[in-house]
């Protein structure tokens, strides 16, 4: 199946504006909190000339002043990586968290930046986002301030894509739908989305939506 006819299905089941036309296009856009979030399928260009493909969900949040908020996904580098590079001592200006920075569950297990340590402590304090986090651990949290004056933040996520989208084995595969038995599932393309698909956006949108509390939860 194709991005396109997955995002089909889920609008048919969910709602949402729908825009789609050609092959892998698809835009699909909820309101949430009187905001909207769009998801749709990127690429951008990779280190060797190959082309990098993620879903990726957006939405807009209003803060009292910018901030950026970097939350890489577990496999990016193991938890000992990640406490040798907090440990040295000339990257406080990259924005690393420190060792000691607290929810382990989370930071020991991802690489984490942020401008501003008190806000991102109130921000991971967040039991929802942290649950979300761990429903989502190859998936990417980005929060960064947009143009103009206005203190307008773009929170993102963003979750890599394998091979031909959903047809080779990966997280967002289709290729080897099976029932609660370890049957293959022989089903319709409809059904097929419906089984591994939609679980698999639902965690995906849930992490830009507890995202967007935990921001909101508080003052700066």
């Given at each position: 199946m194709s991005w396109n006819e997955c995002l089909y299905q889920y609008h048919k089941k969910y709602g949402g504006q729908l825009l789609a036309g050609g092959s892998d296009d698809g835009l699909l856009v909820f309101t949430w909190r009187d905001r909207p979030l769009a998801v749709d399928l990127?690429?951008?260009g990779g280190a060797r000339g190959g082309t990098f493909r993620?879903?990726?969900a957006r939405i807009p949040v209003a803060l009292d002043k910018p901030y950026s908020l970097t939350i890489g996904p577990k496999k990016l580098l193991s938890g000992g990586v990640n406490a040798v590079l907090r440990a040295v001592p000339s990257l406080p200006e990259t924005g690393l968290l420190p060792s000691d920075f607290g929810f382990p569950e989370i930071t020991r297990q991802r690489l984490i930046r942020s401008?501003?340590?008190d806000f991102t402590k109130l921000v991971l304090g967040s039991l929802?986002?942290?649950?979300?986090l761990l429903a989502c651990p190859e998936d990417r949290v980005k929060v960064r301030p947009g143009p103009g004056e206005e203190s307008l933040i773009t929170v993102s996520t963003a979750s890599p894509v394998s091979g031909g989208i959903f047809d080779d084995d990966g997280d967002w595969s289709l290729s080897?739908?099976?029932d609660t038995a370890g049957q293959r599932v022989a089903g319709s393309a409809a059904q097929q989305a419906e089984l591994a698909f939609f679980p698999r956006l639902d965690r995906f949108l849930n992490l830009a939506r507890t995202a967007y509390d935990a921001l909101t939860q508080w003052r700066m």
């Open positions: 990127s690429a951008e993620y879903v990726r401008d501003n340590y929802d986002l942290r649950s979300a080897d739908v099976t």
